[in-house]
């Protein structure tokens, strides 16, 4: 597995940061850019947790779905979400893979 984060359908993670709290990563806040020409209103994702050494320790996967009250992430523009994984150990480094993309228009890229 390459130690970079990667997307899907022009819509990519950004920025992640982890906060750990005794040995186990408590959450981590994940940025989304949309560079597609579509609305997204839901996303599929795995992270992947790294020691200080670029060993895999271990992986979650993570969710967003607009609604209500969170918008949809329109074109060119970007969210950050914040995850609570269950599983995923302290890690020095988090990437993440979008695995699905589901768009305004009923389409999903995966």
């Not at 992270?47 to 895999?56: E, P």
């Not at 609570?84 to 228009?105: E, K, Q």
Request: charge should be neutral; proline fraction near 5%.
């Amino acid at each position: 597995m390459a130690q970079s984060s990667k997307g899907k359908c022009d819509v990519v993670p950004g920025k992640i940061v982890p906060v750990n709290v005794s040995n186990t990563c408590r959450s981590y806040s994940i940025t989304i850019n949309n560079n597609s020409k579509k609305t997204v209103d839901a996303l599929e994702w795995t992270v992947y947790g790294y020691n200080k050494f670029k060993r895999l320790v271990g992986s979650a996967t993570g969710t967003w779905s607009s609604g209500y009250v969170i918008p949809s992430i329109k074109p060119g523009s970007y969210t950050v979400d914040v995850e609570f994984p269950d599983g995923l150990p302290a890690s020095d480094y988090i990437y993440a893979t979008i695995t699905a993309v589901h768009f305004t228009d009923d389409t999903v890229c995966e």
